[in-house]
Nanobody
Framework: QVQFVESGGGLVQPGGSLRLSCAAS????????MGWYRQAPGKQRELVAT???????YYPDSMKGRFTISRDNAKNTVYLQMNSLKPEDTGVYYC???????WGQGTQVTVSS
């Protein structure tokens, strides 16, 4: 079973940036469509971005402009670059293989002055 480990979260001031990483085990990571999701306190989990095996990107309208998803198949890793962070970006960020059940532990992002 493939496992994903998120990292790179932390405390950042409004306007700052963070780069999240998601490392996967397994030799067929390159065939996976991957997504980043987040869950803010008291809110439902929401999609942030996806990237498919061919590198095609998708962002919900609410996420366009400040977030960039990318992948490095040689490192079995998917990234989320987050810029111009706002307090409302605070939450736990998760990566996930599209279409598979279950969630990892996520990485906490806190945007606060």
């Amino acid at each position: 079973q493939v496992q994903f480990v998120e990292s790179g979260g932390g405390l950042v001031q409004p306007g700052g940036s963070l780069r999240l990483s998601c490392a996967a085990s397994g030799s067929i990571f390159a065939t996976y469509a991957m997504g980043w999701y987040r869950q803010a306190p008291g809110k439902q989990r929401e999609l942030v971005a996806t990237i498919d095996a061919g590198g095609r990107l998708y962002y919900p309208d609410s996420m366009k402009g400040r977030f960039t998803i990318s992948r490095d198949n040689a490192k079995n890793t998917v990234y989320l670059q987050m810029n111009s962070l706002k307090p409302e970006d605070t939450g736990v960020y998760y990566c996930k293989k599209i279409g598979s059940p279950g969630w990892g532990q996520g990485t906490q992002v806190t945007v606060s002055s």
